[in-house]
């Protein structure tokens, strides 16, 4: 979440950090072929956390987030996207084209959610029940029903069970819509704003134009 530039920023600072302390403590101290190492490695590390740490709680700021709740969400999208991948496992498991399609449409919504919550973390929580119940139970089903279809039975049971796991997909491909279109809305609403604004500025240019022609 931090972006690769941080990632670069910080890793050349740890570079340049332990490469100091690497030469000082060669010129200046006489602590052996494996101390010397052991302290440039320590260095590095202690300025990676601390960098990582400066770096973080910059960020929660501009985001209008605790260090706390940004931790949380991070932990959240790494979840969400070993569920994805749960998902795509599936794949290769459905027979019918039709639950293939629900299948992949689910994947497609959860991967957008992914990337808005990414890209403006304070909108996870519009969207948590997604994360907390949504996509974990999009997984559950699609492993249920791969597991069913694969059981070569004409049981009336599983018949039922396939049928009951089908619908609840639909109506969880329905809910998933629903989560996308909440992650989407406060960029809706503030798009509207600006359409209004145009609006009312084309209109405030063009009675300042009738006006003056009014007058000429």
Do not use: C, W
């Amino acid at each position: 979440m931090l972006g690769a530039m941080n990632f670069i920023t910080r890793h050349a600072f740890n570079f340049l950090i332990s490469l100091t302390v690497f030469v000082l403590t060669v010129l200046n101290f006489d602590l052996g072929i494996f101390i010397v190492p052991m302290i440039t490695i320590l260095t590095y590390y202690v300025s990676n956390k601390s960098i990582k740490f400066i770096q973080k709680s910059k960020k929660s700021k501009e985001l209008g987030l605790t260090r706390s709740e940004l931790s949380h969400i991070e932990k959240q999208l790494k979840l969400a996207r070993g569920n994805i991948f749960s998902l795509t496992q599936q794949y290769i498991k459905v027979r019918s084209i039709t639950s293939f399609k629900i299948l992949n449409d689910m994947t497609k919504l959860a991967r957008r959610i992914l990337n808005i919550v990414q890209t403006s973390p304070s909108k996870f929580y519009s969207v948590q029940d997604f994360f907390y119940s949504h996509l974990p139970s999009a997984v559950e089903l699609t492993s249920k029903y791969t597991l069913l279809t694969q059981q070569q039975l004409k049981d009336m049971e599983i018949q039922l069970a396939l049928e009951d796991t089908r619908k609840t997909l639909k109506d969880l491909h329905g809910t998933m819509e629903s989560d996308l279109k909440m992650a989407l809305e406060s960029d809706l609403e503030h798009l509207k704003m600006e359409i209004d604004y145009a609006k009312l500025s084309n209109d405030k240019n063009r009675k300042q134009i009738n006006f003056r022609g009014d007058i000429e």
